[in-house]
């Protein structure tokens, strides 16, 4: 397709998303779903306008799906606003951990045992595969800061938290392959799991600390002191990941802390009326808030891109019985036995959990791990096969979870809205 074509493609589609975003609102597919279906029309299943290759553009790929994510990472922890003693954030921290491991550990055994897999392959599969995505989960997330809803907070916390904790198996998948090194003894256990995941959390804790303290002291101390909060929030954004890599940190875990830690510095303020005392800032003129709702575009635009190439990467023959009988896998058996196996013991009703066993959207998280991967060395022959595997996985998660959020989230908001999904700050 000419650069001319292109131009007239995504005109055409910002511009009806723009003028019918009510109706899209209402009607009973994602918009996720609905680029996807542009894609694959003007791809090479359809009439070929255009073919994407993700293998040979995965450098550029790479670059793009980790923004993507690191925008909607930054996102996601905005709109967490309960304080982290609450009780609320006991289900997101033990999906991202427990339950991602187990559901890992079972994608793994599956593509060992089932599709002939080495451990290695198998364990990087696992970790592309196993986490919940940011980018095109915003349908099943919390919708404003604040929203003590169990079941979204859960589902927000988990895809902000798991894109980071998965980073260690993916390293683990790769030092397996030989394209890492893992050492010997506890190596991987004391760098690639502890150390980076410390030190990214630690880097993001103490920027989003700073950032809304200096902020706040600066509007004390002259009052009409106007900042760009965009540029803040994409600031904060560039610095925490640049830190945590300079220090072998998980930027992804750096990102989504500082965003939290943001919030939670700025919590006191948020709380108070629109038209406070004379001195004190208003809720609405908190940093997190405009920089929430720029993000929030930032966040839909990369969405429009990254799902139109991802319809522009599939053939008919894309299709193999390999890759569809691991997406019928993923979402049939491995998450909801990790959900259910991660959430043993917790005050959680069944029907929460049903819910959020269903719906684990892969999306673009994945897509950057195997561009990752790809990057470190992956053989080309293991990478068209893991390449394959994961489009459809990916296809596949938006096609069943764009067509059943509608109705079943409709269905949950009228069964389980208050006291049945939602539970009291402690």
């Keep these: ?4 074509g292109w131009y007239l493609l995504v005109g055409a589609i910002l511009l009806s998303m723009g003028l019918l975003a009510s109706r899209i609102r209402h009607m009973p597919v994602t918009s996720a779903l609905f680029y996807l279906i542009v894609g694959v029309v003007i791809g090479p299943t359809v009439f070929h306008l255009f073919h ?18 690191l925008i909607s990472l930054y996102t996601s922890g905005l709109k967490l606003q309960l304080p982290i003693r609450a009780s609320l954030w006991r289900v997101p921290l033990r999906l991202a951990t427990i339950a991602m491991v187990i559901g890992i550990g079972l994608v793994a055994l599956f593509a060992h045992y089932n599709l002939g897999f080495s451990w290695g392959a198998a364990v990087l599969i696992g970790a592309i595969l196993a986490p919940t995505d940011p980018v095109l989960a915003t349908d099943v997330q919390v919708k404003r800061p604040g929203d003590r809803d169990r079941l979204r907070f859960s589902l927000t916390g988990e895809a ?6 998965a980073f260690p198996f993916v390293m683990l998948g790769l030092g397996l392959l030989g394209l890492h090194d893992i ?10 799991v502890l150390w980076a995941s410390v030190a990214g959390i630690g880097v993001g804790v103490a920027l989003g600390w700073g950032l809304a303290r200096s902020v706040r002291v600066l509007r004390r101390w002259r009052s009409e002191t106007v900042f760009m909060d965009d540029f803040l929030g994409l600031g904060l954004i560039a610095l925490a990941t640049g830190i945590a890599l300079a220090i072998s940190g998980y930027a992804f875990l750096a990102v989504f802390a500082a965003a939290v830690t943001m919030r939670q510095t700025e919590r006191p303020q948020a709380l108070r009326p629109k038209t406070p005392p004379q001195g004190q800032a208003p809720a609405e003129e908190l940093m997190s808030h405009r920089s929430l709702q720029f993000n929030e575009q930032l966040e839909r635009l990369s969405e429009v891109a990254l799902i139109l190439l991802l319809g522009g990467s599939l053939f008919l023959n894309s299709w193999t019985w390999e890759a569809v009988i691991t997406a019928a896998f993923v979402f049939l058996i491995a998450r909801p036995l990790a959900v259910y196996l991660g959430l043993l013991g917790a005050a959680v009703k069944p029907q929460v959990k049903a819910y959020a066993a269903w719906f684990g959207v892969r999306g673009i998280g994945s897509l950057y791990y195997l561009m990752y991967a790809i990057q470190h060395g992956l053989p080309e022959s293991l990478a068209l096969r893991i390449l394959s595997i994961t489009l459809i996985v990916v296809t596949l998660s938006i096609v069943v ?3 059943s959020v509608t109705p079943l989230m409709g269905r949950y908001g009228r069964a389980y809205r208050g006291p049945a999904a939602a539970v009291k700050e402690k």
């Design 1 to 4: 397709m000419t650069a001319t």
């Design 52 to 69: 994407f290759n993700p293998l040979k553009q995965s450098a550029w790929l790479e670059v793009i799906t980790e923004a993507a994510v």
């Design 160 to 165: 902000g938290l798991n894109d980071g904790t």
């Design 183 to 192: 050492g010997s003894g506890g190596r991987w256990l004391l760098l690639d």
């Design 401 to 403: 979870h764009g067509v």
